[in-house]
């Protein structure tokens, strides 16, 4: 069972690299999702995570870099909110992979909602530089 889909109404920006690296982290997500919350092994969570991690530093790098490219006058904010995100998540991975946390069903709810409140606010806003 999907966690989060995308659509163009909720999460559409109109910058085509941007919507297309959303889809597949959506699909990340989701497999981080389904994976912690069906039963799946241990090791095969951790894998999961990590690519989704590991997927998220290279989109928010190649945004940053797009506005950087663009002159994009609101970067500062939207790197800091890049910035929060991942150090959620790095401590996250961190933790998974020493044992001393899990993948729940909060965690990716978690994720869920800022992707929802992130998208429309920021990256939307990044369309007129980016577009």
């Known amino acids: 069972m999907s966690l989060i889909t ?12 941007i919507d297309t690296e959303h889809k597949e ?3 990340l997500l989701n497999k981080v ?4 919350t069906g039963g799946a092994a241990r090791s095969q969570v951790g894998d999961s995570l990590d690519a989704l991690i590991t997927f998220v530093v290279n989109h928010f790098a190649h945004e940053e870099k797009e506005m950087i490219a663009a002159n994009y006058d609101a970067y500062d ?3 800091e909110e890049h910035t929060k995100l ?6 996250l991975q961190t933790a998974f992979h020493a044992g001393e946390a899990e993948v729940t069903v909060e965690v990716a709810t978690m994720v869920k ?3 929802d409140s992130h998208i ?12």
């Open 86 to 91: 991942l150090e959620v998540c790095g401590g």
């Open 113 to 115: 909602d800022w992707l």
């Open 120 to 131: 429309p606010t920021f990256d939307a806003a990044t369309a007129s530089a980016l577009g």
């Open 33 to 36: 999702y389904d994976d912690a």
């Open 6 to 17: 995308w659509t163009e109404a909720q999460h559409g920006t109109k910058v085509g690299f």
């Open 77 to 79: 904010a939207h790197k």
């Open 25 to 27: 982290l959506f699909d």
